[in-house]
């Protein structure tokens, strides 16, 4: 299975790149997309308001409308697909940026002509993707990935050897958590001051 870089886009997302500008926020892109790749895994990344560059480095993008998926497949498909349903980009409007807007009734902007067939809740766009080519090709991948993957004693095997194995010693072995509650919260207060030292004047103006 080849390796698979996914970005989810949502306005409530916990965004992977808050505090860091672009130029870092790219970097830091980067080195997941390379990490991905080394590694041959699926790697899952979620994000607001990034940038077009960012975007380009992801396999395939997940957008989420009110809980509902309303969109899951090629980033390079995206756009396109949702012009095709009815809305039309800003003026230079990122694909990040059109996509989440599309989830907004006050930010997107419905084609002339479209005005009655568009979309308009997170069920018309659920079940307009189901319908889709986009969602077709997904059902095609799911099933390659069951015929090649599902049911074969070896990997899960593999699996299980290799998730034991990333687990921290002072993690239970029974926790889904690889690292212990006090890690997870120490790695917590680490990126608070991150984030802190990433806006600096903003925080000093408030206090002031």
């Not at 949502?10 to 672009?22: F, K, N, P, Q």
């Not at 979309?119 to 307009?128: L, V």
Request: include cysteine; glycine fraction near 4%.
């Amino acid at each position: 299975m080849k390796p698979l870089l996914l970005f989810s886009a949502s306005h409530r997302a916990h965004s992977s790149t808050r505090g860091l500008d672009s130029s870092t926020a790219l970097e830091f892109a980067t080195a997941v997309r390379t990490a991905t790749d080394i590694r041959g895994i699926t790697t899952a990344f979620t994000a607001y308001q990034a940038s077009e560059s960012v975007c380009k480095l992801f396999d395939k993008i997940c957008l989420i409308y009110e809980g509902r998926m309303v969109y899951f497949g090629p980033t390079n498909l995206a756009r396109q697909y949702f012009i095709d349903l009815g809305f039309e980009p800003a003026n230079r409007q990122t694909t990040p940026d059109f996509l989440v807007a599309v989830t907004d009734p006050n930010a997107r902007n419905v084609r002339k002509g479209f005005e009655n067939r568009a979309p308009r809740t997170a069920d018309d766009f659920a079940r307009r993707f189901l319908e889709s080519d986009v969602a077709t090709i997904n059902e095609q991948d799911m099933d390659s990935y069951r015929k090649d993957f599902v049911g074969k004693d070896d990997l899960a095997k593999s699996y299980t050897r290799q998730a034991r194995k990333e687990h921290a010693n002072t993690a239970r072995k029974s926790s889904p958590y690889i690292v212990s509650l006090s890690m997870q919260t120490w790695a917590v207060i680490i990126r608070r001051f991150q984030i802190l030292n990433g806006s600096i004047a903003p925080q000093v103006a408030q206090i002031l």
